[in-house]
């Protein structure tokens, strides 16, 4: 079982930043993947960035060049960092991860922590 606990989330005003923290607990040996997801009011969830074991990442064309995922070594924790944060980012964060075992995949999934942009 994996454990995951978002932080560093707020309010900021456009153009603003924020990173925002996962702090992953439990085995975390075992995990595949990790990222970022987000749901907005009234949105379904969506990917905004994730990292896998082996280096592949994967980026949503509406954060690419404002906002960067990163990992610690120990896979114990993942970063967002978002620069330029617009009305738009307002959302609930969630952390997510993923791992197999006996072959089947299992998600993981942080509480969520709350962006909104305002002026």
């Known amino acids: 079982q994996v454990q995951l606990v978002e932080s560093g989330g707020g309010l900021v005003q456009p153009g603003g930043s924020l990173r925002l923290s996962c702090a992953a607990s439990g085995s975390t040996g075992s995990i595949y993947s990790m990222g970022w997801y987000r749901q907005a009011p009234g949105k379904q969830r969506e990917l905004i960035a994730e990292?896998?074991?082996?280096?592949?990442?994967n980026d949503a064309d509406s954060v690419k060049g404002r906002f960067t995922i990163s990992r610690d070594n120990a896979w114990s924790t993942v970063y967002l960092q978002m620069y330029n944060l617009q009305p738009e980012d307002t959302a609930v964060y969630y952390c997510?991860?993923?791992?197999?075992?006996?072959?089947?995949?299992?998600?993981?999934w942080g509480q969520g922590t709350q962006v909104t942009v305002s002026s």
């Open positions: 990292l896998a074991r082996g280096g592949s990442t």
């Open positions: 997510h991860a993923l791992d197999y075992r006996l072959g089947y995949p299992h998600d993981y």
